[in-house]
Nanobody, 118 residues
């Protein structure tokens, strides 16, 4: 099983920013660079949804609701993928997860909680 470790969540006011980090376990350090990594989120009472995607060649894609506000990036030397979230809204609240794509094992990490509230 491959479980990435998410961090960086917290409580922020509407309009604020957070940067989430997703760190690969040592077991996949040697294969991290070619991996496609995705960020997902799950709001209370809702299904998990895809937020952003970054491929091995750094091609990125975003769900429409975060375009222009969120930026996904990767630092292969640190085995880390980031999600910079700006202009946060209440509807961005949820648990954020990162994962490899595809994810044949079906395993997920603990996620990191993001709460946007005044």
């Amino acid at each position: 099983q491959v479980q990435l470790v998410e961090s960086g969540g917290g409580l922020v006011q509407p309009g604020g920013s957070l940067r989430l980090s997703c760190v690969a376990p040592r077991a996949i350090f040697s294969v991290f660079s070619p991996l496609t990594i995705r960020w997902y989120r799950q709001a209370p009472g809702k299904q998990r949804e895809l937020v952003a995607h970054i491929s091995r060649d750094r091609t990125t894609n975003y769900t429409d609701s975060v375009k222009g506000r969120f930026t996904i990036s990767r630092d292969n030397s640190r085995k880390t993928v980031y999600l910079q979230m700006n202009s946060l809204k209440a509807e961005d609240t949820g648990v954020y997860y990162c994962n490899v794509f595809p994810n044949p094992s079906g395993s997920w990490g603990q996620g990191t909680q993001v709460t946007v509230s005044s």
